[in-house]
């Protein structure tokens, strides 16, 4: 059973455009929200991250936005370049436990 | 610049044969995971670990899949027999419980023939 629900599957935007993916989750008790970013051949590395006592979260170009009654959150890119296409997983868990992450989105974006 | 490491980053192996994938936490941390990869099922928990002690292996098929961690700077995931199914990128990750963040390794992609 999927726990977070990741969506689109993939995404091409322009140089400079706003790529948008969204997650949704059922657990109430998951109480960390992490985005990770995966180059190919690589392993996924921490872009960003929030907690439900947020509602949204700004790192460089980057913003978590989350919607805790909906049991929702997205990542906005700003500015978006073409060193960000990459695969971007959403994930929560529960503190002190393991990772649910999402299915992935193939981010391309294009000069 | 302190990292995850695995090896071997590439194994080639022949079905019915043992694999051994090895993983060198970060100092310090104290958790430890086991990640599978592929296209179909994206990325899913195999097993994970804190202070060395196993907490979770349901995502592991127990009949040929067995992790440890023999100290606190290895953790092992092997594989025995190998069957094509298994053909997938492994990832090893660790973290310290509090902070909650997990850091990945590179990966270990496996095929099996």
């Known amino acids: 059973q999927q726990q977070v629900k990741q969506s689109p599957q993939s995404l091409i935007v322009q140089k400079g455009g706003i790529p948008i993916i969204n997650c949704a989750y059922e657990?109430?008790?998951?109480?960390?929200f992490p985005w990770y970013q995966q180059f190919p051949g690589k392993g996924p590395a921490l872009l960003i991250a929030?907690?439900?006592?947020?509602s949204e979260k700004k790192e460089g170009r980057f913003t978590i936005s989350f919607n805790k009654s909906a049991k929702q959150f997205s990542l906005h890119i700003m500015d978006s370049q073409p060193g960000d296409s990459a695969t971007y997983f959403c994930?929560?868990?529960?503190?002190?436990?393991?990772?649910?992450f999402g299915k992935g989105t193939s981010l391309l974006v294009t000069p | 610049d302190a990292r995850v490491t695995q090896t071997p980053r590439h194994k080639v192996t022949e079905m019915g044969q043992e694999v051994t994938m090895r993983c060198q936490p970060i100092?310090?941390?104290?958790?430890v995971f086991w990640y599978r990869q592929t296209m179909m099922q994206g990325l899913e928990l195999l097993a994970y670990?804190?202070?060395?002690?196993?907490?979770?292996d349901s995502g592991m098929p127990k009949d040929r899949f067995s992790a440890e961690m023999p100290d606190a700077t290895l953790a092992t995931l092997k594989i025995q027999p190998s069957e094509p199914r298994d053909s997938a990128v492994y990832f090893c990750?660790?973290?310290?419980?509090?902070?909650?963040?997990?850091?990945f390794g590179p990966g270990t992609r496996l095929t099996v023939l």
């Open positions: 990750a660790s973290g310290s419980w509090g902070p909650d963040t997990q850091y």
């Open positions: 657990n109430t008790a998951f109480d960390y």
């Open positions: 929030i907690r439900p006592d947020v």
């Open positions: 994930a929560a868990m529960s503190s002190g436990y393991a990772l649910n």
């Open positions: 100092l310090g941390h104290n958790t």
């Open positions: 670990f804190r202070n060395r002690a196993p907490l979770d």
